[in-house]
């Protein structure tokens, strides 16, 4: 894809601000972001192959209040992915693409369960 592609797509999300155009652009920005931790993840995790101080040290890196927000933001990352292409999948599969908009709000609310369980489980 190229540069020229994304300000194309861009305008067309500015130019129709509709719900269903927004969960398009949420669902590829958060595919990359989870793929890009994915390589992170493994990346910290094989400094377990360099000694116990070295995986120490990489894993203290994020046992901090920011990277506890990063793990927050993580796991609202993978859930409103997880939840909007199940919506896609529900949809082509069950030949509901008459009620995306319906399904759209149901997998927002589902986000929405998600997130609070999420704050819940971080502040008690």
């Known amino acids: ?52 101080e070295a995986y120490d040290y990489a894993i203290s890196k994020l046992d901090t209040q920011a990277g506890y927000v990063f793990q927050y933001v993580l796991l609202l990352a993978v859930a409103l992915h997880m939840v909007n292409g199940i919506r896609i999948t529900v949809a082509d599969f069950c030949g509901l693409t008459r009620s995306q908009k ?17 704050v819940a489980t971080v502040l008690l």
Do not use: C, Y
């Open 102 to 118: 319906k399904l759209l709000w149901i997998s927002f609310f589902v986000f929405v369960l998600i997130a609070a369980v999420g």
């Open 1 to 52: 894809m190229d540069i020229q592609s994304l300000k194309e797509g861009f305008k067309d999300l500015v130019k129709n601000r509709n719900p269903g155009m927004i969960a398009f652009w949420v669902h590829r920005i958060t595919g990359v972001a989870v793929t890009i931790f994915l390589f992170m993840h493994i990346w910290t995790l094989s400094t377990v192959f360099r000694g116990k």
